[in-house]
Nanobody, 123 residues
Framework: VQLQASGGGLVQAGGSLRLSCAAS????????MGWVRQAPGKGREFVAA????????YYADSVKGRFTISRDNAKNTVYLQMNSLKPEDTAVYYC?????????????????WGQGTQVTVSS
């Protein structure tokens, strides 16, 4: 199983970034996909998730209205569009996959994790 995240970088507050995650080694259509982040010195935090159908999307309150998760099942890829970025969004962002996703924000239910991509937002 591989989850290859890309698209991170350095951006000024108020700017945008789009993260991508290419998945392989499992049946992508059968899995919910998500993003979890970890800021320096803090624990991992749920950011967003989307069920296999693409109909149900879930967001942490801290990113609701600014971030959008989407997936392309034909390309086995999940995206995270991040707008109106804030310095507190600075973190390593991990792409995740879960066979059975509850719809909540518990990070322990994710089965697979990617290597992470760094997002740094300057003030």
């Amino acid at each position: 199983v591989q989850l290859q995240a890309s698209g991170g970088g350095l951006v000024q507050a108020g700017g945008s970034l789009r993260l991508s995650c290419a998945a392989s080694g499992f049946t992508f259509d059968d899995y919910a996909m998500g993003w979890v982040r970890q800021a320096p010195g803090k624990g991992r935090e749920f950011v967003a998730a989307e069920r296999w159908s693409g109909v149900s999307k879930y967001y942490a309150d801290s990113v609701k209205g600014r971030f959008t998760i989407s997936r392309d099942n034909a390309k086995n890829t999940v995206y995270l569009q991040m707008n109106s970025l804030k310095p507190e969004d600075t973190a390593v962002y991990y792409c995740t996959a879960a066979r059975y996703y509850s719809g909540g924000n518990t990070v322990s239910e994710w089965d697979y994790w990617g290597q992470g991509t760094q997002v740094t937002v300057s003030s």
